[in-house]
């Protein structure tokens, strides 16, 4: 028959006899009152009735749609999409239907049915897709890459070397595993809490109370160069590209990638602000010196780049921030490019800046600027500020 009609009218006369079962099939399910129906769309099977408004939807109401499983049409492909039909049916009569399960359908598996690694893709995907994670690309590729995918990658290890494992079970090793009260527990802990989340995974142990007592408490030895030392460690710098990064870093509290994003108009125009671009990963804000006069110092109004790619189609923020980290230690900087960011947080404390305004301008909120920076203070900073108040009193 094949040689006789040729292939695609053997195509055809498939196609025809699949749309007669599935005809017959709709009338199974017709008389059962699933109220759902089977539908072929070229190749692939659909489900079509009256579900629950998808995610980020505008409506509030069920209404029809369509449920794109992408199982194939031929007659196993009906018998899966049937029995689909009847589960499908069986949540929205016990109010348990959840799109979640069926967005990310994947060789014809629901979410849950899915091994390890297609549910972390499905969920990566979920992460990048987010509406109001859309207005930033750049910054959610950046906070997926450094905060969320190394801690699902140890997941998958220790699931795969302990196969025996359920995958709460693995969880919890793997939050075990990282050092309590660390940062790295903390961001753990919220990746694996919003994983469980979109996989709808009930979670016996409440993460937040395994992530440790890591906080503000734990930054207060933190010693921060003086101001002498950060233009001492400038000068050293033979790189004229490279001591504008670390100048405009000193200046403004710059993250390291941020110098690599700013409208620097207001500089050349003899202003002493800066605009942060949205590309970055707090989005835009405009920053101002502190101290004014190190703009003159640093010259930062001849503006000298050193040549980093900055293509966020090539590159990532991330990775844009670690050539500046490379290059303080290739000239042998004594401290980290954040120390400088945090000296100039820790500088506007000095001047009496408002907490809010100098949250706003580092692009954080004034509870994380407050708890982190006040915390520190040294008794350094705190003579130098006693020493301005009493100039102050006196008039001087």
Same mark, same amino acid.
């Given at each position: 028959?094949?040689?006789?009609?040729?292939?695609?009218?053997?195509?055809?006369?498939?196609?025809?006899?699949?749309?007669?079962?599935?005809?017959?099939?709709?009338?199974?399910?017709?008389?059962?009152?699933?109220?759902?129906?089977?539908?072929?769309?070229?190749?692939?099977?659909?489900?079509?009735?009256?579900?629950?408004?998808?995610?980020?939807?505008?409506?509030?109401?069920?209404?029809?749609?369509?449920?794109?499983?992408?199982?194939?049409?031929?007659?196993?492909?009906?018998?899966?999409?049937?029995?689909?039909?009847?589960?499908?049916?069986?949540?929205?009569?016990?109010?348990?239907?959840?799109?979640?399960?069926?967005?990310?359908?994947?060789?014809?598996?629901?979410?849950?049915?899915?091994?390890?690694?297609?549910?972390?893709?499905? +969920?990566?995907?979920?992460?990048?897709?987010?509406?109001?994670?859309?207005?930033?690309?750049?910054?959610?590729?950046?906070?997926?890459?450094?905060?969320?995918?190394?801690?699902?990658?140890?997941?998958?290890?220790?699931?795969?070397?302990?196969? =025996?494992?359920?995958?709460?079970?693995?969880?919890?090793?793997?939050?075990?595993?990282?050092?309590?009260?660390?940062?790295?527990?903390?961001?753990?802990?919220?990746?694996?809490?919003?994983?469980?989340?979109?996989?709808?995974?009930?979670?016996?142990?409440?993460?937040?109370?395994?992530?440790?007592?890591?906080?503000?408490?734990?930054?207060?030895?933190?010693?921060?160069?003086?101001?002498?030392?950060?233009?001492?460690?400038?000068?050293?710098?033979?790189?004229?590209?490279?001591?504008?990064?670390?100048?405009?870093?000193?200046?403004?509290?710059?993250?390291?990638?941020?110098?690599?994003?700013?409208?620097?108009?207001?500089?050349?125009?003899?202003?002493?602000?800066?605009?942060?671009?949205?590309?970055?990963?707090?989005?835009?804000?405009?920053?101002?010196? +502190?101290?004014?006069?190190?703009?003159?110092?640093?010259?930062?109004?001849?503006?000298?780049?050193?040549?980093?790619?900055?293509?966020?189609?090539?590159? =990532?923020?991330?990775?844009?921030?670690?050539?500046? =980290?490379?290059?303080?230690?290739?000239?042998?900087?004594?401290?980290?490019?954040?120390?400088?960011?945090?000296?100039?947080?820790?500088?506007?404390?000095?001047?009496?800046?408002?907490?809010?305004?100098?949250?706003?301008?580092?692009?954080?909120?004034?509870?994380?600027?407050?708890?982190?920076?006040?915390?520190?203070?040294?008794?350094?900073?705190?003579?130098?500020?006693?020493?301005?108040?009493?100039?102050?009193?006196?008039?001087?």
């Amino acid at each position: 028959m094949l040689y006789r009609f040729g292939v695609s009218g053997f195509l055809r006369s498939h196609m025809a006899d699949l749309d007669a079962r599935i005809v017959q099939t709709n009338q199974r399910l017709k008389a059962a009152q699933l109220g759902l129906q089977i539908e072929r769309r070229g190749v692939k099977l659909a489900l079509r009735g009256t579900l629950p408004p998808r995610p980020g939807s505008s409506k509030l109401r069920p209404y029809q749609q369509r449920l794109s499983l992408g199982i194939p049409a031929t007659a196993a492909g009906l018998k899966q999409i049937e029995q689909e039909a009847k589960i499908v049916a069986a949540q929205l009569i016990q109010n348990q239907f959840d799109w979640r399960e069926y967005l990310s359908f994947t060789d014809g598996k629901r979410l849950s049915q899915q091994d390890l690694s297609q549910q972390i893709a499905a +969920f990566e995907q979920d992460f990048l897709n987010q509406p109001e994670r859309a207005i930033n690309p750049a910054a959610t590729k950046t906070t997926w890459s450094s905060a969320y995918a190394p801690y699902l990658r140890k997941l998958s290890a220790i699931a795969a070397e302990s196969p =025996t494992l359920t995958l709460i079970e693995a969880i919890y090793k793997t939050v075990e595993s990282i050092p309590l009260n660390s940062r790295s527990r903390q961001l753990c802990c919220t990746t694996f809490s919003a994983f469980a989340e979109f996989l709808n995974l009930t979670l016996p142990k409440d993460l937040k109370k395994l992530s440790g007592g890591y906080g503000a408490s734990k930054t207060q030895a933190r010693t921060l160069p003086s101001d002498q030392e950060i233009l001492s460690a400038w000068e050293k710098i033979p790189n004229p590209g490279w001591q504008f990064v670390y100048g405009m870093m000193a200046t403004f509290g710059l993250r390291n990638h941020e110098v690599f994003y700013c409208n620097l108009n207001g500089l050349k125009r003899g202003e002493t602000s800066i605009e942060v671009l949205p590309t970055t990963k707090t989005g835009s804000h405009q920053v101002w010196a +502190f101290y004014p006069e190190w703009i003159e110092t640093f010259n930062l109004r001849e503006f000298q780049l050193p040549p980093v790619e900055t293509d966020l189609n090539k590159t =990532t923020l991330r990775q844009v921030g670690q050539r500046v =980290t490379a290059q303080f230690r290739r000239y042998g900087v004594p401290f980290s490019p954040y120390d400088l960011r945090h000296a100039w947080a820790v500088r506007t404390i000095h001047f009496g800046l408002s907490d809010t305004v100098a949250a706003k301008m580092m692009g954080h909120s004034v509870l994380v600027h407050t708890r982190t920076y006040h915390q520190w203070i040294t008794q350094r900073d705190q003579q130098m500020a006693v020493d301005h108040a009493l100039k102050r009193m006196r008039g001087e």
